[in-house]
């Protein structure tokens, strides 16, 4: 559906069903490709995406990348996340917007951090686990815990895209502060939204 040749105009806002949804950038990033909209953490870029996308394929794509899922690494009381995210016939205009960006869904750190190294590591998901080997007490190795691969995720060719759109995310865009020096790195911010409490929340803008 997109093929990240396409391009974005953020005016630091966008109005979705009966709601004025906020940019990070409320004073808008203009035009903007896909790598832009990624590398500087564009909200109103990542709703057009979604919209595109539709609700039922951006559910789907959250749970071939694992969310609401077990992902059966090797600890004990691993959490339980289905009901923490839409699913498509209960996902409105809204939910979709929001959910594009990161918010009104949770997953748990284990997820998240699967899902991201199948996005960087050519697209391949593989089950997590803490340990690699077992050792006795002479040091000697009595079992060689082996990477299980799960699953293809995205091809190579966009997980290389993904990979570069992320490498300017933290050498240029929203996560320069992370930039380790002599490190080829990657990321990509996310957008908190922090609610004062002692604020009239009965109106229809939402701050992000």
Not at 106 to 113: A, S
Request: aromatic share 10%; with cysteine; hydrophobic share 30%.
């Amino acid at each position: 559906t997109l093929t990240g040749e396409e391009s974005y105009y953020c005016g630091g806002a966008l109005d979705v069903a009966d709601y004025t949804i906020k940019c990070n950038n409320k004073n808008g990033h203009g035009q903007e490709t896909t790598q832009d909209a990624i590398a500087y953490s564009c909200n109103v870029a990542l709703m057009e995406m979604a919209e595109k996308i539709g609700a039922e394929n951006f559910c789907r794509y959250q749970h071939i990348f694992g969310f609401g899922e077990y992902t059966g690494i090797d600890l004990p009381g691993e959490a339980a996340t289905e009901a923490l995210l839409y699913q498509a016939d209960k996902m409105g205009e809204v939910e979709l917007a929001t959910n594009s960006f990161g918010q009104g869904f949770n997953v748990t750190m284990t997820q998240m951090v699967s899902a991201f190294s199948s996005l960087i590591n050519g697209g391949y998901y593989y089950q997590p686990r803490v340990v690699s080997e077992i050792t006795d007490s002479n040091g000697s190795v009595v079992e060689k815990i082996d990477a299980k691969l799960l699953k293809q995720v995205i091809s190579s060719e966009v997980s290389d895209k993904l990979r570069k759109y992320l490498g300017i995310a933290v050498e240029e865009g929203t996560g320069q502060s992370a930039k380790v020096e002599g490190y080829t790195m990657g990321g990509k911010t996310g957008t908190a939204e922090i609610k004062d409490r002692q604020e009239d929340t009965t109106g229809t803008e939402l701050g992000w």
